[in-house]
């Protein structure tokens, strides 16, 4: 599987942007895809995921009741929506995939990822 993950600029807090994670290769319809975001030098941090059906969803506390993550079997691609924007929501956020009935929340559990795209969020 190959993931692309696309979407990120330049916005102001309390905007709002949509990301995609478009897959490659092979269908994605029975993996978990997650999104993390990562600040340089620091860790890889777990912002949401949602399972190979899309009836479970996970998220991290500071993302609940913002953001929503999604999936379109029919596009092979999963959008993470992004409202209420914070300077502290800014960094480069990637999108993984692992084949789980699971939705894990962390980095080490999911094999395939995409490069990355950045959100910068100003104040």
């Known amino acids: 599987v190959q993931l692309q993950a696309s979407g990120g600029g330049l916005v102001q807090a309390g905007g709002s942007l949509r990301l995609s994670c478009a897959a490659s290769?092979?269908?994605?319809?029975?993996?978990?895809i997650a999104w993390f975001r990562q600040d340089p030098g620091k860790e890889r941090d777990f912002v949401t995921a949602i399972s190979w059906s899309g009836r479970t969803t996970s998220y991290a506390d500071s993302v609940k009741g913002r953001f929503t993550i999604s999936r379109d079997t029919a596009k092979n691609t999963v959008y993470l929506q992004m409202n209420s924007l914070k300077p502290e929501d800014t960094a480069v956020y990637y999108c993984a995939a692992q084949y789980t009935t699971r939705v894990p929340t962390t980095s080490r559990e999911y094999e395939f990822w995409g490069q990355g795209t950045l959100v910068t969020v100003s104040s």
């Open positions: 290769g092979r269908t994605f319809s029975s993996h978990a």
